[in-house]
């Protein structure tokens, strides 16, 4: 496919195709080959004859933002997932808009956000570097996280009637369904939704917000979601059966 002399059809004012959202194209990740090296001394996203251009704009198939810098921090999101977005090269936000098909602004916006949570990092002039996580980096999350969530879960095991955790099983499905699609965004999607149920049962507001915040740092690429969602199931399954030494293999485990 060739990157600049590539025709794009022109969408009519206001509607979804304005935004590069495709009505009928799956929502789960961008289409397209995925970007080639960057030249040197260019930031990804530049106009070259051998990078083909971003493809446009879609949506996660759950998700449904009426603004458009949130429906291009969706579309973000799922390329720093699939890997479309790769990590250490730069992406300048002009030409991302453009080939969007919007303005600078929302892009530029949507990748501050994602600075603030560590995905990626402003390169003063020039945009925004995926950020590349370290095996050690990505251990000492895992550590960060289970100090954070693992004494929740054994607190409110200890605690919580066993018929509490059925309104969390819907959460615990979501993620074995997405992990079955092989849906790389959607299963991160799922899996921060069944953290967030289980964890509002402590009823500590802040606590969610921090691990809500640490579990979008997650680097999911190479990971088994299967094993990963079967967790979930036997975490469940122990705590409704008030089985504590289960739980505490279970929630080591899945933070292990």
């Known amino acids: ?4 002399g590539q025709a794009r059809p022109r969408p009519a004012h206001g509607s979804a195709t304005a935004l590069g959202v495709p009505e009928q194209r799956s929502a789960t990740a961008w289409t397209g080959a995925p970007p080639q090296a960057a030249a040197p001394g260019r930031s990804r996203g530049d ?27 969706d579309a973000l999101r799922a390329a720093l997932l699939s890997g479309e977005l790769a990590p250490g090269e730069v992406y300048s936000a002009p030409v991302l808009g453009e080939r ?18 560590g995905a990626v990092e402003v390169v003063p002039n020039r945009g925004f570097r995926v950020a590349e996580r370290t095996p050690r980096e990505r251990a000492e999350l895992a550590e960060v996280r289970g100090l954070v969530e693992v004494p929740i879960v054994l607190r409110l095991a200890r605690t919580l009637p ?18 079955a699609r092989g849906d790389l965004a959607g299963y991160a999607e799922a899996d921060r939704a069944f953290h967030r149920a289980l964890l509002s049962l402590a009823g500590n507001e802040q606590l969610v917000r921090i691990a809500d915040d640490l579990r979008r740092r997650v680097v999911w690429a190479g990971c088994d979601l299967r094993a990963d969602a079967a967790e979930h199931v036997a975490l469940l399954d122990a705590l409704e059966a008030q089985d504590l030494t289960a739980v505490g293999a279970v929630v080591r485990r899945h933070f292990g």
């Open 1 to 4: 496919m060739s990157g600049v």
């Open 47 to 73: 106009h070259t004859h051998s990078e083909p251009p971003a493809p446009g704009l879609a949506l996660h198939g759950t998700v449904r933002r009426t603004s458009v810098r949130g429906q291009v921090l």
């Open 162 to 179: 066993a018929e509490r955790w059925a309104a969390v099983r819907p959460s615990a499905e979501a993620t074995v369904a997405a992990a």
């Open 100 to 117: 969007f098909g919007v303005s600078a602004t929302p892009v530029r916006e949507a990748m501050q956000q994602l600075a603030r949570e």
